[in-house]
């Protein structure tokens, strides 16, 4: 059994129709999980809750983490501690194969210009130190020999699914009410994005491939990395509408904030889009045979699959 903690979610939904390629046993949990596969199993599930986690990884030889709490600083401090916390003790109890969706938000400042899977952990903001102490338990835990685990690390990302993206915010959002699109501080420096349907392919392979256990890794992305503006073009040229941008530079996120509170939460993340942001995927690309959709490809199926 192979199961998703986290089912519902953008990167969930995709990763169980990754999985398919691999095996029919699929356990999706969430409060409210639906099948995305015919043959998959639901397990409806409070993940806050020690003895649901318990019973939710129970009788699984790989488990996917793909949990995405709210965007906001203190609900992280709350929940992700105790969380990763009952999920990497009952992975050792069941012997489950633990393999984590993660963000790159440990990684700070300048070390965002090229991360690689040996950028060090160097939080700048409260989430990423909230990021941080859930790697180090994670990998503590692998190097004591008692945990089998992978740490699969993301980009910001983007695709048919909406929900906590911040490129369909600022850019398709904007779009598609007649606005101009936004961006963050600098719209002319680059800012690598992931593909949500090749992130959770690579997720699926690195979960079947044994090999890759106990490591970090970098999930698949288009190497050519686009700017801000780049970013725009695609999605008007696919929408025909303006490419016309407004950026929103540092200080008027924290003022914005005041009245828009997702703006607020995302000022202490602003050293990702003030700088040049390269996710650097190679070490995947040189193990397996996958090359990524690329970035004009990837907007103009997310802009299909939404029309439809």
Not at 33 to 61: C, H, M, Y
């Amino acid at each position: 059994m192979q199961t998703i903690l986290g089912s519902g979610g953008a990167v969930g939904i995709e990763l169980a129709r990754s999985l398919k390629s691999f095996t029919t046993e699929i356990r999706l949990v969430s409060r409210n999980p639906r099948k995305v596969n015919e043959t998959d199993t639901l397990f409806a599930s409070d993940l806050s809750i020690k003895e649901q986690v318990d019973r939710a990884v129970q009788g699984s030889e790989v488990c996917y983490v793909t949990v995405g709490f709210d965007y906001k600083t203190k609900l992280w401090r709350e929940m992700w501690p105790p969380f990763i916390t009952n999920v990497v003790a009952a992975c050792m109890k069941y012997s489950a194969r633990l393999v984590f969706f993660d963000n790159v938000y440990a990684i700070r400042g300048d070390n965002v210009k090229r991360i690689t899977e040996n950028s060090p952990v160097s939080p700048s903001s409260k989430k990423g130190e909230i990021r941080a102490w859930v790697d180090k338990h994670i990998l503590d835990n692998v190097e004591k020999g008692k945990l089998t685990a992978i740490i699969a690390r993301a980009p910001d990302f983007f695709g048919p699914i909406k929900e906590k993206s911040v490129l369909m915010n600022l850019i398709y959002d904007n779009m598609m009410r007649g606005k101009k699109a936004q961006w963050f501080c600098n719209a002319d420096i680059i800012h690598s994005m992931g593909y949500v349907p090749d992130l959770a392919k690579g997720t699926a392979i690195l979960g079947n491939e044994p090999k890759a256990f106990n490591q970090i890794w970098n999930l698949p992305v288009d190497n050519n990395a686009l700017t801000g503006r780049e970013w725009i073009r695609l999605f008007a040229e696919e929408l025909h509408a303006s490419d016309a941008v407004t950026v929103l530079p540092g200080f008027g996120m924290k003022v914005l904030g005041l009245f828009v509170p997702i703006l607020g939460e995302i000022y202490e993340m602003r050293y990702q889009y003030d700088r040049e942001y390269y996710f650097d995927s190679s070490k995947f690309a040189g193990k397996f045979s996958f090359t990524p959709t690329t970035n004009k490809e990837a907007v103009r199926q997310t802009i299909a699959a939404l029309k439809k």
